[in-house]
């Protein structure tokens, strides 16, 4: 897959996604990253990319022209137009969900945003995706495309070195990983569930879905609701919350009896003090 990110900032996209796992996939020839400098496109002998907002307001836009250049340097080059995704607190948040989605494409061009934004006649004319990777403002565009593109490529075969490793993780079927460990079998007292040592495969197999679900409750709820259950698994759910409800009850009720008896025991006291 080729990723074509369109910056202010080359060395950081580069440099950013150049090691580990995406690295090596890139050397491997399986992934293609560039980072295509926005500001060799200014037409102004400064490199200058941006000017003042019309109408007033703080700060600075980039202009339309030098992104709309960088754009087709690229569409040019490989003949197409592929989408192009404009990384913005404006846009949809990015999800898992997403980066399945891209990664079926076979070419993306990223633009990354700077100063107070892009003049909106660009992103009108070149813009296909506008994405977000949460609700908070970054100082720029590149580390969201970065997240987004690792996010997409690990999703492309041979990019993770054990091909199982992108299926069986968080998220798949909307449940969190299980958790895991490794050696010692015991550390600072803690010791790893025996099933895992016990070499069942099918027990061992049995008790990871149990802590998917049990992990996604306790960690993730709100996914519980998009997540494939069998109606065991279902019934099994609501079991645990009955017992959970009720304990809590207990608790609930064994409160108010350590209250009352504090208070009776106050009233007792203050009796026996006026008489
Ligand atoms: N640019 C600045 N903040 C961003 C965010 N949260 N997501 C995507 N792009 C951004």
Redesign the pocket.
């Known amino acids: 897959m080729n990723f074509y990110v369109l910056t202010l900032f080359p060395e950081m996209i580069l440099s950013g996604l150049n090691t580990s796992m995406i690295g090596r996939a890139s050397e491997a020839g399986i992934l293609h990253i560039e980072a295509v400098d926005i500001r060799e496109y200014s037409a102004n002998k400064h490199y200058k990319v941006d000017d003042y907002p019309y109408g007033g307001g703080a700060g600075m836009l980039m202009q339309a022209q030098p992104v709309y250049d960088a754009w087709q340097s690229v569409t040019e080059r490989i003949g197409k137009k592929p989408r192009c995704v404009y ?3 404006r ?1 949809e948040t ?1 999800r898992q969900e997403k980066a399945r989605e891209f990664a079926l494409e076979e070419d993306m061009i990223f633009l ?2 700077h100063y107070e934004g892009i003049d909106e006649r660009v992103l009108e004319e070149v813009v296909t995706d506008y ?11 590149e ?3 970065m997240v987004m593109i690792d996010a997409i490529a690990r999703m492309i075969p041979g990019v993770l070195g054990n091909g199982a490793s992108a299926q069986s993780e968080s998220f798949e079927g909307n449940l969190l990983e299980y958790p895991q460990y490794s050696r010692p079998e015991e550390w600072r007292g803690r010791k790893v569930p025996p099933v895992l040592l016990s070499g069942h495969h099918k027990n061992i197999e049995a008790w990871r879905r149990q802590q998917s679900i049990l992990m996604t409750k306790k960690y993730r709820p709100d996914l519980l609701k998009g997540a494939e259950l069998t109606e065991r698994e279902q019934n099994w759910l609501k079991e645990i919350e009955r017992t959970e409800q009720n304990s809590q009850k207990e608790a609930e009720l064994t409160e108010q009896n350590l209250q009352k008896e504090a208070e009776r025991t106050e009233q007792n006291l203050l009796k026996g003090e006026t008489e």
């Open positions: 990384v913005t607190p846009g990015f990354c945003g994405v977000s990777i949460g609700d908070y403002v970054l100082t720029g565009g580390l969201p495309a």
